[in-house]
């Protein structure tokens, strides 16, 4: 199972992109695991799709499951009865673009089906169809282009739309909500198996209120796309030029500043270490991790410099320190990470997107960067021995 952060590199707008989900480090999240379950899930998983939008009618609603073969690495999407079929350029339609969109019901709850071995999104639009594209990757091999709803010029950018992602294999099934990219439908899962779990839901008003939070900060109003359409991740922003690049840089500043002279404990699966800042980079106890400092763009996709390898060592280590940042908890706390809440986005310089997540959901956890799964304040689920999944499109 590839992280979080490994996933987001393999995405961006009008890249070929293989959904692969999982969850972080062991010790700092709930992870995935490695080994096979016994009573994990041997065929498809069944999955209900609930519409309480209380706003749209089921005619006006599609589905689309787009993933992964994890048995053979083929780029594959899901029909109507179940059936895992394999994307090919005949997909495209005259138009260039694939439709592969599941019509809801006429009323009531849709039911459909996860195949076995698949990785990838179950995808929501509404009022109009997103638009995939079938392509050739670096291989040769037929691969899907995503929408991509952070990019002005994405032929999909102005359809209502979101996602949650998965991984259903021989472990078990692993998924999440995710606003990593963006936030627009308010999606909540309940994973039933050995127990019955549910994840993402948002508090009465919860979309309005998120939306009025990002709006309230000048700096982050700039990533609310017009209507009420959907919110744009900052990391993302910076990239389309509506978010400043250098927002950040005074706290990394102060964090290098102040760990030059102090100690920073990091704990993790793999024990705790100790970090100082020496001859410009943060370097911690028995070899285990050193970074150059970051720069926004860094900490906000928990990348570049805080790249964080699936190694067990390294990654548990930049994984902690980007949700710290994000949180801004390393100016207040020298032991990390830090599992009280309400400490989390209280510095001048934050993450006003990822924490509008957090205050409107119904269980606090969300996903509103890469490794919101540290100490386990993400909206990620698994059960080992799954036997359904609901995906309910909640009230607006």
């Known amino acids: 199972m590839l992280s979080r952060r490994s996933f ?54 599609f589905a689309y ?14 029909t109507r009865d179940g059936a895992a079929t394999p994307v090919s350029a005949a997909n495209n339609g ?35 169809k997103v638009k995939f594209k079938v392509v050739a990757d670096g291989n040769g091999n037929a691969a899907l282009q995503h929408p991509a709803g952070w990019v002005s010029g994405d032929p999909s950018f102005s359809v209502l739309h979101d996602w949650i992602e998965f991984t259903h294999n021989d472990g078990g099934m692993f998924c999440n909500t995710t606003m990593v990219d963006m936030f627009s439908i308010p999606l909540a899962i309940r994973l039933v198996g050995s127990t019955t779990q549910d994840t993402g839901r948002l508090v009465d008003g919860g979309r309005d209120k998120i939306f009025d939070h990002v709006s309230a900060d000048p700096t982050y109003a700039k990533l609310v796309v017009k209507d009420k359409l959907r ?27 102040k760990y030059s002279s102090e100690t920073l404990t990091v704990n993790t699966g793999a024990g705790s270490f100790t970090g100082r800042v020496v001859d410009g980079r943060f370097t911690f ?25 699936n190694d ?26 830090t599992t009280d809440r309400g400490s989390f986005y209280k ?20 996903y509103g960067f890469a ?25 607006f």
């Open 231 to 257: 919110i744009i991740a900052p990391g993302h922003g910076i990239d389309s030029g509506i978010f400043p690049a250098n927002y950040f840089d005074s706290y990394i500043d102060a964090v290098w500043n």
């Open 65 to 78: 499951i787009v993933g992964t073969d994890l048995k053979t690495g083929q780029q594959i999407f899901v």
């Open 347 to 366: 510095d001048r310089i934050s993450n006003r997107f990822s924490e509008a997540m957090h205050l409107n959901t119904v269980d606090g956890n969300a």
């Open 371 to 395: 490794f919101d799964d540290v100490a386990s304040f993400a909206s990620y689920v698994q059960d080992g021995a799954p036997t359904s999944i609901t995906v309910s499109l909640t009230n």
């Open 285 to 309: 106890s028995d070899g285990i991790a050193s970074f150059a400092k970051p720069t926004t763009l860094d900490l906000l996709y928990c990348n570049g410099a805080l790249g964080a390898p």
């Open 94 to 128: 005259s138009e260039g673009f694939a439709d592969l969109s599941i019509p809801m019901v006429q009323d009531g709850d849709t039911h459909l089906a996860i195949p076995a071995n698949m990785s990838g999104r179950v995808y929501f639009s509404i009022v109009d």
């Open 8 to 61: 987001l590199g393999g995405m961006s707008a009008a890249v070929v992109g293989a959904p692969l989900m999982g969850a972080a480090f062991g010790g700092l999240a709930t992870a995935a695991p490695r080994h096979a379950v016994a009573k994990a899930a041997g065929g498809s998983l069944p999955l209900t799709i609930v519409n309480h939008t209380y706003r749209y009618t089921n005619q006006q609603i």
């Open 312 to 337: 067990g060592r390294t990654g548990p280590v930049a994984a902690i320190l980007g949700a710290a940042f994000n949180r801004s908890t390393l100016l207040t706390s020298t032991t990390q990470p």
